[in-house]
């Protein structure tokens, strides 16, 4: 069974590299492979409370899908399967080492550009609903 944790976070502005990452031939096959939807090039960054950071990381396991390079040069990310108003989405964790946001930023990758579908715009708070896979029930998820 799926455990589901909803965070509220206030969108915020990214650096613009994202669309970089999404357009990835591997990050788009493997996107469409684990959640059903390849990336809108982009994602949607909410800043959250640090508590709920807290709990995203305890989340992130050895059973937590991974979007994994070609390359081992390359960067990974590990991700957990999201909605946001019923819209179908992922977090995207990039690895230690590339992470470019703090930790109470969220990067959220959908099949479309969810700020223009939703009407939502920077300073806007919206609710996630993250979903953690319980081990054995979707080892093809986990890379």
């Known amino acids: 069974m799926d455990d589901k944790y909803t965070v509220t976070g206030k969108i915020v502005s990214g650096v613009r590299q994202a669309a970089f990452f999404t357009r990835l031939d591997w990050v788009q096959e493997q996107c469409g492979q684990k959640f059903g ?4 090039p982009g994602t949607l960054n909410l800043a959250i409370a640090d508590a709920d950071a807290d709990l995203l990381e305890s989340l992130q396991g050895p059973d937590t899908p991974a979007l994994i390079p070609p390359d081992p040069k390359f960067c990974s990310a590990q991700t957990l399967p999201a909605t946001i108003k019923g819209i179908r989405g992922a977090i995207i964790i990039p690895a230690g080492d590339v992470r470019i946001h703090a930790r109470n930023i969220l990067e959220v990758m959908a099949p479309v550009c969810l700020k ?3 009407g939502l715009d920077d300073g806007d708070f919206v609710k996630i609903t993250i979903t953690r896979r319980q081990p054995g029930l979707n080892p093809a998820a986990a890379g």
């Open 37 to 40: 939807f390849k990336p809108f």
């Open 116 to 118: 223009e579908v939703l």
